[in-house]
Nanobody, 124 residues
Framework: QVQLVESGGGLVQAGGSLRLSCAAS????????MGWFRQAPGKEREFVAA????????YYADRVKGRFTISRDNAKNTVYLQMNSLKPEDTAVYYC?????????????????WGQGTQVTVSA
């Protein structure tokens, strides 16, 4: 099992940046594909980005491509989400997730472990 704890959320003006972090427990962090999802009020949870176990392959939702960057540091058991050019529609609770067998889809069902989430609010 792995436990995930997100941090780095907050309030930022449109056009600003934030970096989210997700710290994972356990010694097998490098075996997991890691992802970020988000959920806005009244909406379903949606895929944001994912990164392969080595960090060599990344996946992004179209609406964040070119603005967000996912990365990981296996030595620190941490995955990051750098968010630039933030828009009010990026406002959501952001969740970190881990997958033991990722096929490359954007489905929530691909991910086995979840953090508690961190709030990101982007003001206009």
């Amino acid at each position: 099992q792995v436990q995930l704890v997100e941090s780095g959320g907050g309030l930022v003006q449109a056009g600003g940046s934030l970096r989210l972090s997700c710290a994972a427990s356990g010694r097998t962090f490098s075996r997991y594909v890691m992802g970020w999802f988000r959920q806005a009020p009244g909406k379903e949870r949606e895929f944001v980005a994912a990164v392969s176990w080595s960090g060599g392959r990344t996946y992004y939702a179209d609406r964040v491509k070119g603005r967000f960057t996912i990365s990981r540091d296996n030595a620190k058991n941490t995955v990051y989400l750098q968010m630039n050019s933030l828009k009010p529609e990026d406002t959501a609770v952001y969740y970190c997730a881990a997958s033991t067998s990722y096929s490359g889809s954007y489905s929530i069902s691909e991910f086995d472990y979840w953090g508690q989430g961190t709030q990101v609010t982007v003001s206009a």
